[in-house]
């Protein structure tokens, strides 16, 4: 904590900071005492709350899952450093340590060791056939570079003096060094048939020393010590302890098919959320979701220890049938993790920018997914046509991982451009970004890629940010994401997020179905749409005219819609009434023009066959206009349907010719009108757009209007329909 003192104000200040020393203390009393508590509650519930080093295979969590669950007990498992472990069980803050060498030296006396080793450990040395060493002995470490796992002090112990030691917070990372030839010899501890990482390069050179793992318990467990040694012999003696060692067993069987679901961000991103919408939608699908949130943590050691502790309490005692990771990060973090985790569970990914088939080495066999390959080169020789004084390209990305993938994509697509001078966002917070923005020249334009920050407290996510670069920005802005869109972007050739879901899940089903991992990474670069908004297109006099003639089959959004479409039940309302006005009046007028006609007729004569005759000549002419009326509705370009108890009274020809209405018909021959009409009171007064199959196989959508009408008695449903 950092404190700013004002030359008066020292007295103060230091009264402040003891003040702030004593309500610590007052703390950490309460914490060790609700801690105790919890450790009590635990106890009864047979719990025990343990620690293990975070190099430790998963087939140590489930040899203690099972030997656990032999007497009684539930292990919890946290991921510190190696020390700590110790120090934790030994002062009582934890239960016990999970994994540990029998060399724990005098410090720690207040815990003991279970007599049975929980796992055989090999110490051994890596080298690499590019730069061969001889290393078969501790000694021959002499002057070399050695790597090996952060705190494992047993090692360092036997590493020579002159050595030259780095240190790593995954096996991943470790042997990934010696491929490169970062380092001379890898030293690592292996247990039972685990497997670490190698592009081919990386063997075996020597097993420097067998030792054995234990478990360590805090003395206030000791009554359990016993029968826990003796769970562990008879596991070892009926073959369980191999069948794990083997991942033959890998866990509990599961109810339901069980997913474990990594994303790089927040599964609520819009992005994500697109993807995990395409999901299979399966009552026995369970999903396990971890969220990375690499846009907000600067330490990756330390949130690799935090994700690695969740996965190992997430998944005590059983093991996912398939990992799912979206964009880079997720599959960078699965890469670490897999073979210490997860050996032979099939990993399905999406969103990966900058892949190659280098990008998945050496997990070839069980990785597979969609590939994001994103088209700047198109985006911005359309933008130049667009806006053809263009001479400076801005183009913004975070720092995340996924961030440096799409600009090392777009970085290789847009260095040959000619008389362009193309520029990248540093790695500055918001504020700085947004200045840099502000103050570009008028002949430039933007190029939007992955970006999503999280400065100062403030999220800067995809929807927000994209909103004050609209504002913030005087030239055009194109974009490449597609949940980036309609937030003040002209357009560009957007990547889906929805379509690589649907790709992904189609991945997954064939694989939880067949259990067979297809060998093909499908790119998705031709699947990328061309996309625009009318909104900011305007405000840089482009018009959708300029667009179409560079390309085809484009999306637009925000374009002005006729006011029959904006407004289509005021339209058709008004033009009901208008259609009925029209017909009232016609019909008033000619019966006034009869009756008047009728009222001379009967002044002129009393009665007499002739004027009888005269009489029914009239009354022949409004059965005639009759007709004419019912003419008109029967040729009518809106469709009128009468129906009662489900069957049609009375229809036009519109009806009859487009939806295949007939008088008398039942209604059960289509079953999208059925299914409308069910709800039918739902539809009252408002219009409801609904697909039909016509009699000729087509698949067309009409506007439905309802009103319901007293017929013999009954309520009859009157359908107006008309094409959409």
Aim: charged content about 20%.
């Amino acid at each position: 904590m950092k404190f700013q003192v004002k030359l008066g104000n020292k007295l103060n200040a230091v009264r402040r900071i003891l003040n702030l020393l004593v309500c610590f203390a007052i703390l950490l009393s309460l914490s060790q005492t609700a801690f105790a508590a919890e450790s009590s509650d635990d106890e009864e519930n047979k719990i025990l709350a343990l620690t293990m080093a975070n190099d430790a295979p998963r087939t140590v969590d489930l040899l203690y899952y099972y030997a656990l669950k032999e007497i009684g007990y539930t292990p919890t498992i946290s991921i510190v450093g190696n020390t700590t472990t110790l120090r934790m069980a030994n002062v009582g803050e934890r239960d016990g340590v999970a994994f540990q060498t029998k060399y724990v030296g005098d410090t720690f006396k207040d815990i003991i060791m279970v007599p049975h080793y929980l796992a055989e450990l090999d110490l051994n040395a890596y080298i690499n056939t590019k730069n061969p060493v001889n290393v078969k002995t501790w000694d021959d470490l002499s002057n070399l570079r050695v790597g090996m796992i952060y705190e494992k002090p047993y090692l360092e112990r036997q590493v020579p003096k002159d050595a030259i030691v780095t240190k790593f917070n995954s096996s991943y990372k470790l042997f990934q060094s010696l491929a490169r030839n970062e380092v001379d010899v890898a030293v690592a501890l292996r247990v039972g048939n685990q497997e670490f990482w190698s592009d081919g390069s990386n063997v075996l050179s020597a097993t420097l020393e067998h030792v054995n793992g234990y478990a360590y318990f805090n003395k206030k467990h000791a009554s359990i010590v016993p029968s826990l040694s003796d769970a562990l012999t008879k596991m070892y003696n009926d073959g369980t302890a191999q069948k794990i060692l083997n991942h033959e067993i890998m866990g509990e069987p599961n109810e339901k098919k069980l997913i474990l679901r990594i994303s790089s961000y927040n599964s609520d991103s819009p992005w994500d959320h697109a993807i995990t919408n395409e999901m299979p939608k399966n009552p026995n699908v369970e999903f396990i979701n971890i969220d990375l949130n690499a846009d907000r943590v600067a330490n990756h050691e330390e949130s690799w220890n935090i994700i690695t502790s969740l996965l190992r309490q997430d998944l005590i005692g059983k093991s996912p049938d398939l990992i799912f990771v979206s964009d880079n990060e997720a599959l960078e973090f699965i890469k670490e993790c897999y073979l210490q985790f997860f050996e032979t569970v099939p990993v399905v990914f999406c969103g990966i920018n900058n892949y190659t088939p280098k990008t998945i080495e050496g997990f070839e066999e069980y990785f597979t997914g969609v590939t994001e390959t994103v088209s700047a080169l198109e985006t911005v020789n359309l933008a130049t046509k667009l806006f053809p004084n263009t001479k400076n390209v801005f183009v913004i990305n975070d720092y995340s991982r996924s961030g440096k993938a799409w600009r090392a994509q777009i970085e290789s697509q847009l260095q040959g451009l000619a008389n362009i001078n193309v520029t990248y966002n540093e790695n500055k917070p918001f504020e700085d970004l947004a200045s840099r923005i502000k103050d570009l020249p008028e002949n430039s334009i933007i190029i939007c890629g992955e970006y999503q920050s999280y400065d100062d407290g403030k999220d800067y996510l995809e929807e927000g940010s994209h909103r004050l670069f609209a504002e913030y920005s005087s030239v055009p802005i194109f974009g490449l994401k597609s949940t980036s869109f309609g937030y003040g972007q002209v357009g560009g050739m957007y990547s889906d997020s929805q379509l690589q879901g649907k790709l992904a899940a189609n991945l997954i089903n064939q694989i939880l179905e067949t259990k067979s991992m297809p060998s093909v990474v499908q790119p998705t670069q031709s699947q990328n749409k061309w996309k625009f908004d009318i909104t900011p297109m305007e405000e840089f006099s482009l018009k959708k005219a300029d667009v179409e003639r560079l390309v085809d089959n484009a999306e637009y959004i925000n374009e002005p819609v006729p006011f029959y479409k904006s407004n289509f039940v005021t339209f058709v309302a008004a033009s009901l009434f208008l259609g009925l006005f029209v017909v009232t009046t016609f019909i008033f007028s000619v019966l006034s023009i009869l009756t008047n006609n009728r009222n001379k007729i009967l002044a002129k004569s009393q009665a007499s066959l002739y004027t009888a005759e005269q009489l029914l000549e009239k009354d022949m002419t409004v059965r005639e206009l009759k007709e004419y009326i019912e003419t008109v509705i029967d040729t009518s370009p809106i469709g009128y349907a009468l129906v009662l108890d489900n069957t049609v009274v009375e229809c036009n020809q519109y009806m009859s010719n487009h939806l295949g209405f007939s008088k008398g018909r039942d209604l059960q021959f289509n079953a999208e009108i059925q299914s409308f009409l069910s709800n039918v009171d739902g539809h009252l007064g408002k219009s409801v757009t609904v697909p039909f199959s016509t009699r000729q196989g087509e698949e067309r959508r009409y506007f439905l209007n309802t009103t319901t009408v007293e017929y013999q008695g009954k309520n009859a449903v009157i359908i107006w329909c008309t094409e959409a």
